[in-house]
T-cell receptor, first 114, second 111 residues
């Protein structure tokens, strides 16, 4: 059974650029949720994709967008990067749109915006 | 809006003693609460949970207590072990719609 993987592990971008982060869900899982964890804070829910459709969204602007592919892997895209977008981005996979203990988190992608 | 708060950024405990991590929340609609543990360079891993209809849930060395009237929950680890050293996050959800996390407490268990 393959766990949740994320790429890249680290990334440095400059303000105004665009970034794409990737997440491969655990084998058999059809749901991916994305979280932003700023320094000194807990993870904040960005959005969830279930069976290739957005299935809920947190309080993030539209420049945060996503995709889920037929194999249930997912991308998080952030346009017009701002300094405050510097954070650890976590994805978590699960089944049937669920949150909670059935979610398995990846190790995260650390994004630094200069 | 910080609906889930962990007011202690860090806690240091001697091996073998009890660790008590605290969490407060403001949203009375939360119906499910969870604790996660996070090691460096790894994602959070689920530790223990409790439904709002219960006031205690125990799993081995880990016990979570929920006080709904005070909007407070706590995680007890007895006895604490050096391998328990990690960041602990409290989280809560309403009807399985997203999850709200606290800022975390870094636990250090000294040998």
């Amino acid at each position: 059974e393959t766990g949740v993987t994320q790429s890249p592990t680290h990334l440095i971008k400059t303000r105004g650029q665009q970034v794409t982060l990737r997440c491969s869900s655990q084998s058999g899982h059809n749901t991916v949720s994305w979280y932003q964890q700023a320094l000194g804070q807990g993870p904040q829910f960005i959005f969830q994709y279930y069976r290739e459709e957005e299935n809920g969204r947190g309080n993030f602007p539209p420049r945060f967008s996503g995709l889920q592919f037929p194999n249930y892997s997912s991308e998080l895209n952030v346009n017009a990067l701002e300094l405050d977008d510097s954070a650890l981005y976590l994805c978590a996979s699960s089944l049937e749109g669920r949150f909670g203990e059935t979610q398995y988190f990846g190790p995260g992608t650390r994004l630094l915006v200069l | 809006d910080q609906q889930v708060k962990q007011n202690s950024p860090s806690l240091s405990v001697q091996e073998g003693r009890i660790s008590i991590l605290n969490c407060d929340y403001t949203n009375s609609m939360f119906d499910y609460f969870l604790w996660y543990k996070k090691y460096p360079a790894e994602g959070p891993t689920f530790l223990i949970s409790i439904s709002s209809i219960k006031d205690k849930n125990e799993d081995g060395r880990f016990t979570v207590f929920l006080n709904k009237s005070a909007k407070h929950l706590s995680l007890h680890i007895v006895p604490s072990q050096p391998g328990d050293s990690a960041v602990y996050f409290c989280a809560a959800s309403v009807n399985n719609n997203d999850m709200r996390f606290g800022a975390g407490t870094r636990l250090t268990v000294k040998p």
